[in-house]
């Protein structure tokens, strides 16, 4: 029952900024407990690495060392929608972006993807 849906990818020059969004359904953050929200990325040629990451207690976040510093994860329990702010892009970032949901009684769900093309 556990769906995420990403939203939010695009085109943006290097520096700029965009927000993804990743909505989920089957269960609701505000009531339930147990569960991670992660950010992969997976560029052409390299391996899906995780991006970053929150609990469901909110202070456990993580980040790979690559975007410290330039994204932020978080969340909006009433919109039950975790958000990736990126800023700062760099080419580098270009990627599709993953979200998934971990849940101890549903495993993992992954969502489609959406693109980031940072490109002049």
């Known amino acids: 029952q556990v769906q995420v849906v990403e939203s939010g990818g695009g085109l943006v020059q290097p520096g700029g900024s965009l927000r993804l969004s990743c909505a989920a359904s089957?269960?609701?953050?505000?009531?339930?407990?147990?569960?991670?929200m992660s950010w992969y990325r997976q560029a052409p040629g390299k391996e899906r690495e995780l991006v970053a990451a929150?609990?469901?207690?909110?202070?456990?976040?993580n980040y790979a060392d690559s975007v410290k510093g330039r994204f932020t994860i978080s969340k909006d329990n009433g919109k039950n929608t975790v958000y990736l702010q990126m800023n700062s892009l760099k080419p580098e970032d270009t990627a599709v972006y993953y979200c998934k949901a971990r849940t101890t009684w549903a495993g993992d769900a992954w969502g489609q993807g959406t693109q980031v093309t940072v490109s002049s």
């Open positions: 089957g269960f609701t953050f505000s009531t339930f407990r147990s569960y991670v």
């Open positions: 929150i609990a469901d207690f909110g202070g456990f976040t």
